[in-house]
């Protein structure tokens, strides 16, 4: 694992540059590969459980947009987080975003136009409860890439606004 800090509130797991991390990644997302997810699973886990030791952890995986869900089948980042989840005894799932408008995939994109894409697309699903705020709960927000940091930003921006949270960033790669 090659954890990179690139600030205090943000942190990538591995390269996406080495090949064998991109065809992982790429085998998760795009080819439903129930043992990438499951590889990613044990990656995340490790990270959380020897960096959250005595923290209780909320992951917010960044989510879909519908129509995208509907044409994979699935949605990556939740796939790797179920794979985690029976790993980590300190570390809960939760659905708090939802992803309103499908946009174009911000692989087509340069950076300002990421940005501009991306805005305004999250909003707090409805059913959604404000999460219980303790010293010793610490809120991540999951992404399986970082790139330029626009869609997870975007996200993160959204759950300030709506549940008070500033969440941690955490991408399995970058």
């Known amino acids: 694992m090659a954890v990179q800090h690139h600030d205090e509130n943000t942190t990538t797991l591995m390269a996406f540059h080495d090949p064998v991390v991109r065809a992982c990644i790429h085998e998760a997302k795009f080819a439903g590969n129930a043992k990438a997810w499951r590889l990613l699973g044990e ?31 699935y949605n990556q980042v939740v796939m790797v987080l179920k794979g985690a989840l029976p790993h980590m005894k300190n570390a809960v799932w939760q659905r708090g975003l939802l992803r309103r408008a499908n946009v174009r995939p911000q692989t087509e994109l340069n950076k300002k136009e990421r940005k501009q894409n991306i805005q305004d ?13 303790s010293a010793d709960t610490v809120y991540i927000l999951l992404d399986d890439v970082l ?20 969440p941690h960033i955490l991408a399995l790669a970058h």
Do not use: D, N
Request: charged residues 25%; hydrophobic residues 40%; positive net charge.
């Open 121 to 133: 697309t999250f909003a707090r699903q409805w059913f959604a409860k404000t999460p219980e705020q």
């Open 43 to 73: 990656m995340l886990a490790a990270y959380i459980t020897a960096t959250y030791q005595e923290q209780r952890v909320c992951i917010v995986p960044v989510p879909l947009s519908g129509a995208r869900l509907r044409s994979r089948g």
């Open 147 to 166: 790139t330029t940091g626009a869609t997870i930003q975007e996200a993160k921006r959204v759950m300030r606004r709506e549940y008070g949270i500033k």
